[in-house]
């Protein structure tokens, strides 16, 4: 059974760090994107961090240089490591993978619909919720 477990949400002061985890299991294949999103109440989700089965990593503009992620590929897991939070950063975070044999199928969609595309055939955990406070 294909499953993602995230773990490592919590509540922080601006400026402070928080660390999320997403152990994935039960997937076939090897090759994976994986990334994070988040979401508020009434906007819609958007993209944190993302990585592609070349690890190749991608940002949104508004993490760049305060969030780091990372995957540590024999245990299937992403981190996400978060410094000097702000309060515009509260949401909940959602850890989002596709296992794939069909990555070169992939690339030219990719390419024209940007980095986070991918996740539209991904499988999605339950999320973990991030609260920031001034």
């Known amino acids: 059974q294909e499953q993602l477990l995230e773990s490592g949400g919590g509540s922080a002061l601006a400026g402070g760090s928080l660390t999320l985890s997403c152990a994935a299991s039960?997937?076939?294949?090897?090759?994976?994107?994986m990334g994070w999103f988040r979401q508020t109440p009434g906007k819609e989700r958007e993209g944190v961090a993302t990585i592609d089965p070349d690890d190749i990593m991608t940002y949104a503009d508004n993490v760049k240089g305060r969030f780091t992620a990372s995957r540590d590929n024999p245990k299937n897991t992403l981190y996400l490591q978060m410094n000097n939070l702000k309060p515009e950063d509260t949401a909940m975070y959602y850890c989002?993978?596709?296992?794939?044999?069909?990555?070169?199928?992939?690339?030219?969609?990719?390419?024209?619909?940007?980095?986070?595309?991918?996740?539209?055939?991904?499988?999605w955990g339950q999320g973990t919720q991030v609260t920031v406070s001034s």
């Open positions: 989002a993978a596709l296992f794939t044999d069909q990555v070169d199928t992939l690339r030219p969609l990719i390419s024209v619909r940007g980095p986070w595309a991918w996740s539209d055939f991904g499988s």
């Open positions: 039960g997937f076939k294949h090897k090759s994976s994107y």
